[in-house]
């Protein structure tokens, strides 16, 4: 059983990590979900002020916010930390891997979403495994090969990274019904789900 993140940057809604993560926890894993900011947060310049921090032309985040996730990170003892992210947010998914590096050397970190499939030689440059399309039945048996010491890169689905060599697999098709994914969303317990935001900042709130 293992502890997994999903940092949702700049995506209140992350259909798509609810989808995974209604799939890792019926394989027994727990997950928590952090919501960063949300769609709307980055439709003036005003939004994308920030005194420290990261700072782009479509997204930001403060050194305060991220301490924020850091700690709820740390607090959850995550085994893995995944980024769900669009191209908007490149930037700020960049950022953030560099700064989960350094205070979690030893958590892999994941990427998946639309922008890191259409860019798979960049967007591996700053993780250590890359979703392919689709991961409801790539992403657990990720996990699980990775809990139980087996080797990544056999797993179809994902780019794998290890130092400079990649090792690059193919796209896997799914095999898991959504609609029955659906019914299980709420099975996301509103504890492990934070929206951080910055009109809040320094409050953390439970449930969607």
């Not at 301490?67 to 085994?79: K, N, P, Q, T, Y």
């Amino acid at each position: 059983m293992a502890n997994f993140v999903f940092v949702s940057p700049y995506d209140q809604y992350a259909l798509g990590a609810q989808y995974l993560s209604s799939v890792l926890k019926k394989t027994g894993h727990n997950v928590r979900m952090i919501i960063l900011k949300e769609v709307f947060d980055n439709r003036s310049p005003e939004l994308l002020k920030v005194d420290s921090g990261y700072m782009g032309e479509t997204a930001c985040c403060s050194d305060r916010e991220y301490a924020m996730v850091r700690d709820l990170i740390r607090d959850f003892g995550a085994d893995f930390i995944g980024i769900s992210l669009a191209s908007q947010c490149f930037g700020l998914s960049v950022w953030l891997s560099n700064r989960f590096r350094r205070d979690f050397p030893e958590v892999p970190i994941i990427w998946g979403g639309v922008d890191s499939t259409l860019h798979l030689k960049i967007g591996i440059e700053h993780c250590d495994f890359l979703a392919i399309g689709e991961a409801e039945d790539s992403l657990p048996e990720l996990v699980g090969t990775l809990c139980s010491g087996g080797d990544p890169r056999h797993v179809t689905g994902f780019w794998t990274r290890s130092g400079d060599q990649v090792y690059r697999d193919q796209i896997r098709h799914l095999t898991v019904e959504r609609d029955g994914l659906s019914s299980r969303l709420s099975a996301i317990e509103g504890k492990w789900l934070y929206r951080l935001h910055k009109k809040v900042a320094g409050f953390l709130s439970g449930g969607r």
